[in-house]
């Protein structure tokens, strides 16, 4: 039974709870101890057991007055460890951050999934200061996606811990956050759902920073109605208010440039399935060149990337001293690149940003973008671990789809939509416009079944 309440959707676990089937203590504890018999112990950085269980407490005791805070009341979470605990120093997955002060107080969207009634469990594994996509970490071990079956694979980045957590069965859901992809990457790899809310949308105190003009939240969870009810409350709302349409006349735009370059076949043949029967159920597509996507890239290769310029700023001085020798010196490398890039530099690519926005909001109009959240599966540790070239062309390739959504300050949704070689999970990825997360949720909401096929 224990394995079953982290397997569960949070929508299926809150019934339990709501019903009086399970009690909130019982499934807090129950968590704990699929945990302790986890083999891979690099899913967490920290627990948070005596917090969780005066947390399912409450909440039990709540249920049996009738005064239930809600949907979400006694469902465990995870965070991501670059949220602010009450209490405990930040690492944000690094050594060198490991002795600083504790939390005053916990992060504001912590807090409010903790008005909520949500139970959390611990803090999960990252890439350093999350600036990859892959999601290994030198320092705390690097959490081994649980859908291989041939050879250890990466879990995705750099929300790594929280996509194993969730798809492993250990919690329902799990936060992270998403700068290049950071939740919708790992939620591809791991088969399971990953939500990129607007930039913006959700309260960023108490969250530590990569690059501050394209950080955002999201939830990786069991299903698309559970990445609602999470959001919903996050913004402090007791229910969503999220419709889901018909997706008959549904209007899709497929991008026939960039993101299916050097693809792999198989994520082609998965993804050309799904929008299949997406079309199958009265979804228009509409494939067109979308000019905004190759001058991006010619922007990042004429100044640099903007999330390297801003994570160098944030770490000059610390890429200056001492604890540059206590980093990955991959994070290190990458993070150093940043220093290239001129404040006439940053300027002109921020204000060719605000126009390659509007250009492809004019473009798009109210039609979602679709294309496959990463043009590959998640491919073995070790060699990536071995060769800082290969590491480096992984990731760049991983990064690649999804950061094009950052850029352009899109929101986002990965669904399972099928497998590629080994047997490793594909996803899907719906993106609209900024600022038209409930559009893009509700039709999500409808799409995923859709989506997903026999995707178990």
Known sequence: MSKSFGAMS???????????????VDVAEAVFGTIADYADKAVFTTLLESRAMEEARASSKRLRQ??????????????????????????????????????????AVVGLLRQAGMVAIGRTNMSEFAFSGLGINPHYGTPVNPRSTDLPRIPGGSSSGAGVAVAAGLV??????????????????????????????????????????????????RSVRDAVWIDAAMRGRTAPDVVEPP????????????????????????????LERLQRAGAHVARRVIPAFDEIFDLMTRY???????A???????????????????????TRLGSRTSLADYLAVLAARGRLIADVERLAGDRLIAFPTVAHVAPPIGPLEQDDEL??????????????????????????????????????LLSATARRDEALLGVALAAEPVVRGDFA
């Not at 809150?14 to 019903?19: F, H, M």
């Not at 919708?184 to 930039?199: E, L, S």
């Not at 604890?323 to 991959?330: E, F, K, S, T, V």
């Open 247 to 274: 997706l008959q006349g549904l209007e899709l735009l497929v991008p026939d440039n960039i993101v299916f370059d050097g693809a792999e076949p198989d994520v082609i043949a998965a993804f050309e399935a799904a």
């Open 172 to 221: 329902p859901v799990a936060m992270g956050t998403d700068t290049g992809g950071s939740v919708r990457i790992p939620a591809a790899f791991n088969g399971i759902v990953g939500y990129k809310a607007t930039r913006g949308r959700h309260a960023m105190e108490g969250v530590y920073p990569l690059a501050k003009s394209l950080d955002s939240l999201g939830p990786l969870c």
């Open 304 to 310: 640099g990337p903007l999330v390297t310029a801003e």
């Open 66 to 107: 009738g005064r239930s805070l809600g949907l979400l009341d006694g469902i465990p979470i995870a965070w991501k460890d670059l949220f602010d605990v009450e209490g405990l120093a930040t690492t944000a997955g690094s050594v060198v951050l490991a002795t600083d002060a504790p939390a005053r107080r916990d992060a």
């Open 10 to 24: 949070v929508a299926q676990l809150s019934v339990l709870i709501q019903g009086g089937a399970a009690d909130p």
């Open 391 to 428: 590491f480096f062309a992984t990731n760049n390739k991983t990064l690649r789809n999804t950061a094009l959504g950052n850029f352009l300050d899109w929101c986002g949704v990965s669904i399972p939509c099928g497998t590629g070689a080994s047997g490793m999970p594909v996803g899907l």
């Open 312 to 334: 160098f700023a944030l770490h000059r001085e610390r890429l200056a001293g001492p604890d540059a020798d206590r980093m990955d010196h991959r994070v290190v490398m990458r």
